[in-house]
Each structure stands twice: as C-alpha cells, then as structure tokens.
C-alpha cells in the first residue's frame, strides 16, 4: 500500500497563488508518474498535471497551462504543484496520485494506482 500525503490547500482570493505538496513513501522516482488532479462538486475528477519519472517529462490540462506549474524535490520525495492566478473555478478537492505502470494517457485517473486523501482549495473572494 501507498499512501500519499497531500498538503497546501486553503483558502485564496482569486488571483492569488497556493502550492500544494504531495509527499511519497519511498523514492518518487521509483513510480512512473506522480499525478495532480481535481474534482469540483458535482463534477468528475479531472487530470491537472502530472510528471513523468523516466524522463522529468512534464503534462498539463490544456486549460491550466502557463498557470500552474507541477515540479518535484527527489531528496524530499514530494512532489508540488504552484497554482498562481487561482480562479473560482479552480476551487475542488487535490489529489495526488501514483503510477506504478508507464501510464499512455498521463492524466488519466485510471493509470493512477494510489491516491492520497486529497486537500481542499477553495478559490473566493
């Protein structure tokens, strides 16, 4: 069992910036991605970002890009994820989760195998 400790969340005016942590048990690099997602009440959950570990190789929702920025400290086995320029509509429960399988599509949930309890952000004025 993996179990992932998300951290970061809060509460943020829009426009403002939050940085969430995943902490991992064990060497992040020994998963083949660590992942970020995010789902709003009433919505599915969607993929936000994730890296992938062979190559450092970095993925993005289309619709997040240039905003929010996935990066990892090895030595601390975490993984972070800097939302700037937060919108109300970026308000949702964060995961993250892990892959111990090359995932094809990386922001795919069903490529995740462990996922942590995730941590609130709530975006509002």
């Known amino acids: 069992q993996v179990q992932l400790v998300e951290s970061g969340g809060g509460l943020v005016q829009p426009g403002g910036s939050l940085r969430l942590s995943c902490a991992a048990p064990?060497?992040?690099?020994?998963?083949?991605?660590i992942g970020w997602f995010r789902q709003a009440p009433g919505k599915e959950r969607e993929g936000v970002s994730c890296v992938i570990s062979a190559d450092g190789s970095t993925h993005y929702a289309d619709s997040l890009k240039g905003r929010f920025t996935i990066s990892r400290d090895n030595a601390k086995n975490t993984v972070y994820l800097q939302m700037n320029s937060l919108k109300p509509e970026d308000t949702g429960l964060y995961y993250c989760?892990?892959?111990?399988?090359?995932?094809?599509?990386?922001?795919?949930?069903?490529?995740?195998?462990?996922w942590g309890q995730g941590t609130q952000v709530t975006v509002s004025s």
């Open positions: 989760a892990v892959a111990v399988q090359p995932p094809y599509w990386p922001l795919r949930s069903y490529e995740y195998e462990y």
């Open positions: 064990g060497r992040i690099l020994d998963y083949h991605a």
